[in-house]
């Protein structure tokens, strides 16, 4: 599908002391900033503390399962960095399956990793338990699962205890995720079998994912610190790391951090060969908007077309149900809360153009493509877009 016709633009980033100038390619009739008073679509997110997930997606699609597995709190051990994991997930897949559907994985970012501050231990010691920040993504697993996707959003706790500045460890974790889903989706065995439990019964479950999930159309999202991990396990200097058999084909970086090791060396989070896109918010009080320099990274080197979303007055943790008040420990880092967006408008904007992104990515399908380029205007908030076409 030929893209529609646009323009080049700068927008500026504040990025702490100093203002960069960002290129930014927009559609020309849209320029700078699109607009629409829409009505929101309605968001599920995550109740109390402990309470059962959502079993139904939002803005329309198929029935939807959930189910979780938990391989122990140190059931991995970080082959290089020595950090010891928990294998934990929340699954989000369509209740009919037929077919081969893609896998996406999610991984959430930088949090405490027990539900009382200041913990040091992990596993959590002292009547604490396991922060729950990946159950934080259920309203965009619900949505995603509807549309035709099997999602696991997996638990970071034991790195977020542990080497919480390595992207490595997020990647390497990752990675063991995808190697026992392709064991179960390819051989139905392996760790995962026999595994999955219902996510609000906690009743023994067996989901079809054998011979019904398609490991070489995968995609990925981490937010925060794992939007760097992400971009780390997706890049050309390591995806030679990736499983027997997987293929990742779409990377979603939310509200990611940005910073090189060593300054100015950005060869481990450099993704040439397969799309990503970025998704920053204007009043982001932790990460900022560097996230966007991603692009600027690849600009001039990608053979495929990458994308970004700026979504104004979108905060940090607003991303993430569980990060958010007044779920226990939430907090606002908005640094501009007189006119911030709601955690509804936030989630649900975000939301519509995740399943942009991956049904594009993952399906082909042409009518998402729209959403990405800003011909086709996220209802309800102000975004700036960006492309970054392949080069020539």
């Not at 599920?44 to 959502?54: C, F, Q, W």
């Not at 981490?222 to 995806?239: C, I, L, T």
């Not at 993430?320 to 649900?348: F, H, I, M």
Request: with cysteine.
């Amino acid at each position: 599908m030929p893209m529609v016709q646009q323009a080049v633009h700068f927008f500026d980033l504040d990025n702490g002391p100093a203002m960069r100038r960002v290129p930014m390619v927009m559609n020309v009739r849209d320029r700078f900033s699109v607009r629409v008073m829409a009505a929101l679509p309605l968001v599920v997110g995550l109740p109390a503390a402990g309470a059962s997930a959502p079993a139904a997606a939002a803005g329309g699609g198929g029935p939807v399962a959930v189910a979780e597995y938990d391989l122990g709190d140190t059931a991995f051990t970080d082959p290089e960095s020595g950090t010891v994991s928990e294998l934990r997930a929340v699954v989000h897949y369509p209740r009919t399956t037929t077919g081969r559907l893609p896998l996406i994985l999610m991984a959430h970012g930088l949090w405490w990793q027990c539900d009382v501050k200041f913990v040091k231990d992990w596993p959590c010691a002292d009547g604490a338990h396991p922060f729950p920040s990946y159950r934080g993504y259920d309203y965009l697993g619900a949505t995603l699962a509807s549309r035709g996707f099997v999602v696991a959003s997996i638990s970071l706790n034991g790195i977020n205890r542990g080497t919480v500045s390595d992207p490595s460890d997020r990647a390497h974790l990752i990675n063991e995720h995808l190697r026992l889903w392709q064991r179960l989706a390819g051989h139905g065995d392996g760790p995962l079998a026999g595994r999955f439990v219902d996510a609000s019964t906690r009743q023994p479950v067996t989901p079809p994912f054998p011979g019904h999930v398609d490991m070489a159309r995968v995609g990925t999202l981490g937010h925060s610190r794992a939007g760097k991990g992400v971009m780390w396990q997706a890049s050309d200097e390591h995806r030679g790391e990736w499983p027997d058999g997987v293929g990742i084909k779409a990377v979603l970086g939310l509200a990611p951090v940005k910073f090189d090791d060593p300054e100015g060396d950005h060869s481990d989070t450099l993704a040439t060969t397969l799309p990503f896109t970025v998704v920053t918010g204007s009043c982001d009080g932790d990460s900022g908007e560097l996230g966007q320099e991603y692009l600027d990274d690849v600009a001039g080197q990608n053979t495929v077309t990458d994308f970004s979303i700026s979504l104004q007055k979108a905060n940090h943790n607003f991303f993430n149900v569980t990060w958010t008040p007044p779920y226990k420990l939430g907090e606002d880092d908005s640094t501009c809360p007189a006119e911030e967006l709601t955690p509804r408008q936030q989630q649900g904007a975000f939301t519509d153009y995740a399943v942009a992104f991956y049904r594009y990515e993952l399906y082909g399908d042409a009518t998402a493509l729209p959403v990405l380029t800003g011909k086709r205007p996220l209802p309800g908030v102000t975004a700036k877009v960006r492309v970054v076409p392949p080069k020539q």
